[in-house]
Structures are given as C-alpha cells and as structure tokens.
C-alpha cells in the first residue's frame, strides 16, 4: 500500500506559466531598494546637489526604485514566463493613468468653468 509520490517541483513552475523568484534575486532586490532609498535621503538630508535639481534627482531614484521592484519582486520582465505578468500590470498602468488624467482633466475643467471670475462686484453689477 505505498503511495510514491514524486515532486516535480523544478518543471512545475514553467508549467503554469510563472516563475517565482530565488533567495539571491530577493537579496539583489532588498540591497538595490535600500540602496537607492538611502541615496533619496541622502539627496534631501545632505544636500548633495542643488535644490533645483533635487526633485528631478528623487523622481530619477524613485522611477529606478520602482524598475528593481518590478522586475526582482514582481517579476515583470520580457521573459516567456513573466509575459502574462507583464501585460496585465501594463494593461493595470494603463486604466490607472487614463483614469488619473482624465479625472484632472475634468477637475480643471470644473474649476476653470465654475469658479468666480475675477471682477470686483462694482464690475459685475454695471453690466446688469
């Protein structure tokens, strides 16, 4: 009555299609994260280059940030088994960004044609 059971567990990935991540990519992600972590603050806190060039410095570390999370955490990436992965955060990236600009479309819009105009009353009340 004994069951063999055999563990498949190297192919059982590529079967569905999805690859999990291994302790050195981890690692590589963590240290790469923290890096340029460390690196924004260090931009803010020590005052490493100007002030003018200091957001275009944070967004550059944060965009850099977020690749490495991406590609080390989500797995994100041009490979035959993160093609699925990718498509669905591209397709997710793509509604929130029409979302978002479409809802500040409609704000500017509201406010510009809502909003008092910037005649004093005296102005107002002669054209009546």
Same mark, same amino acid.
């Given at each position: 009555? +004994?069951?063999?059971?055999?563990?498949? %567990?190297? #192919?059982?990935?590529?079967? $569905?299609?999805?690859?999990?991540?291994?302790?050195?990519?981890?690692?590589?992600?963590?240290?790469? +994260?923290l890096v340029l972590t460390l690196a %924004?603050? #260090?931009?803010?806190?020590? $005052?490493?280059?100007p002030p003018a060039q200091g957001l275009t410095a944070i967004v550059v570390l944060c965009v850099a940030q977020l690749v490495v999370q991406l590609v080390y955490f989500l797995h994100i990436g041009a490979a035959r088994s993160q093609r699925a992965n990718t498509g669905i955060f591209i397709?997710?990236?793509?509604?929130?960004?029409?979302i978002v600009g479409l809802s500040l479309w409609v704000m500017h819009n509201a406010n510009v044609n809502m909003m008092p105009s910037q005649i004093s009353v005296e102005r107002a009340m002669a054209h009546d």
């Amino acid at each position: 009555m +004994s069951h063999s059971h055999v563990s498949h %567990s190297a #192919g059982h990935d590529d079967q $569905h299609g999805g690859s999990h991540g291994n302790l050195k990519g981890y690692m590589i992600g963590t240290v790469l +994260s923290l890096v340029l972590t460390l690196a %924004s603050f #260090g931009v803010v806190m020590f $005052h490493v280059i100007p002030p003018a060039q200091g957001l275009t410095a944070i967004v550059v570390l944060c965009v850099a940030q977020l690749v490495v999370q991406l590609v080390y955490f989500l797995h994100i990436g041009a490979a035959r088994s993160q093609r699925a992965n990718t498509g669905i955060f591209i397709c997710t990236a793509f509604l929130i960004a029409v979302i978002v600009g479409l809802s500040l479309w409609v704000m500017h819009n509201a406010n510009v044609n809502m909003m008092p105009s910037q005649i004093s009353v005296e102005r107002a009340m002669a054209h009546d």
